[in-house]
C-alpha cells in the first residue's frame, strides 16, 4: 500500500500545469512560459503566486471570458533603447518574458533598454523578469500595476495595487540579488492564501473603513473587491511608522505602469466594467534593463555586489539572531531544499488539481496526494 503525500515532483507538475493551460487554450509554447513563471514561484517558495494561483487566477479568467488564452503581443512604438506594447489582454507571463527580452537585447546593444506594458494581466512574480536579466550579466528592474488593493495615507479605500517594485542584480555567488516585494503590508494572494488553509490575517495588514483592523481571511478578500477593506501600505496606517514611503513608492509603480504607455490606471483597475459585469483587468507592466558592460563590465559589478551582500551578512547579528540574509537568499536556500523533491501541495489545491485533471481528460496523470 502506498503512502499518500502531497508532494508532486517538478517533471510531474511542470508537465500537468503546461497541459492544462495548453486545455484551456494557450498554445504549446505560450503554455510552456506560463507554467516556468507559475512553478518559479513555488521553487522559490512563493506559494502565494504559485499552484496556489493557478486556477483561480488563470484557468477561472480565461473560463470567464476577460484574459484571452492567445496573446497578441502588440508593439504599438519603439526606439533603439525603449519600446511601447499593447498585451491585449493575452497571458501577463507570455507578455511579461517577451518584453524583458525585448529591454534586454536592447540593453546588450546600447546600454540600457525599457519595454513598457498596457492593457496585460496578472504576471506572476515579478523576480522572474528581473532574474531574467541577471542571467543575462544585466541589473533588471521591473514593476505592475494591479487591483486597487492599497489605502493611501490617511485613507480608507482601496485605491492602489499591491504594485511590486522589483530589483534584480547579478553577483559572484550562487545566486542573484534579488529584491520583489510589494509596496503593501502584504499582499492579496498571501490572504488568499490564508483563506485557503483557514488561518486569520495577522492584525495590522487591513484596515477597514472604520479605520479598524480586519482579520478574517474570507471576509477579507470580500471586502477588498467591494471596497470596505483596504491593504495598508509598507510602513503601516499613517505616518508614525512611514507608511507614506509604501504609499510613495507604491505610486511610482503606478505612474511607471500606466503614463508612459497610456493604460489604465487605479480604479480603472477593478475588473469590472461600467454594467457591474466581470471584464478584463488590463493591467500594465514596465521593463528596464542596464548592461553592466555598459559600466564597470559584469566580472567587477558582481564581485562589488557580492562583497557587499557578504559584509552585510557578516555584521553583527541581534541576540539571539543566528543568521543576516539578503534578498535572494532565502528563496535560493528553498529551492535547494525542494530541487529533488518537488512542490508541496495542500488539500485545497489538490482538489482544484484532480477536478481540472478531469475536466480536461488528462487522465495519464495519478498524483501522490490521491
Known sequence: ???????????????????????????????????????????????????????????????????????????????????????????????????????????????????????????????????????????????????????????????????????????????????????????????????????PTPAGMVIGRDGKPKTDSDQILSDLNTGHAALAPLGGIGEELAGYKGYGYATVVEILSAALQQGNFLLGLTGIDENGKKGPYHLGHFFIAIDTEAFSGLEAFKKTCGDILRELRGSAKAPGCERIYTAGEKEYLIWQERKESGVPINEAVQREIIKIRDELGLVQYKFPFE
Request: glycine residues 10%.
Open 1 to 199: 500500500m502506498s503512502v499518500k503525500s502531497n508532494v508532486v515532483d517538478w517533471k510531474t507538475i511542470t508537465s500537468f500545469v503546461t497541459e492544462a493551460f495548453m486545455g484551456y487554450g494557450v498554445p504549446e509554447e505560450d503554455a510552456k512560459i506560463c507554467a516556468d513563471v507559475l512553478l518559479e514561484s513555488d521553487k522559490r517558495g512563493i506559494e502565494s503566486h504559485g499552484v496556489n494561483r493557478f486556477k483561480p487566477i488563470y484557468l477561472d479568467r480565461i473560463k470567464a471570458g476577460i484574459q484571452n488564452p492567445v496573446t497578441n503581443f502588440e508593439v504599438i512604438k519603439e526606439t533603439p533603447t525603449t519600446a511601447v506594447v499593447d498585451g491585449h489582454d493575452g497571458m501577463g507571463q507570455v507578455i511579461g518574458v517577451k518584453s524583458m527580452n525585448m529591454a534586454i537585447e536592447k540593453a546588450k546593444k546600447y546600454g540600457m533598454g525599457m519595454v513598457t506594458v498596457r492593457n496585460s494581466t496578472h504576471y506572476g512574480i515579478a523576480g522572474y523578469y528581473a532574474t531574467m536579466a541577471t542571467k543575462a550579466g544585466c541589473l533588471g528592474i521591473t514593476g505592475t500595476n494591479a487591483r486597487p488593493s492599497i489605502a493611501p495615507t490617511f485613507g480608507v479605500e482601496n485605491m492602489l495595487g499591491t504594485n511590486p517594485l522589483t530589483f534584480g542584480m547579478p553577483t559572484d555567488e550562487e545566486f542573484p540579488f534579488v529584491l520583489d516585494c510589494a509596496t503593501s503590508i502584504t499582499q492579496r494572494g498571501r490572504i488568499e492564501y490564508y483563506s485557503r488553509i483557514g488561518k
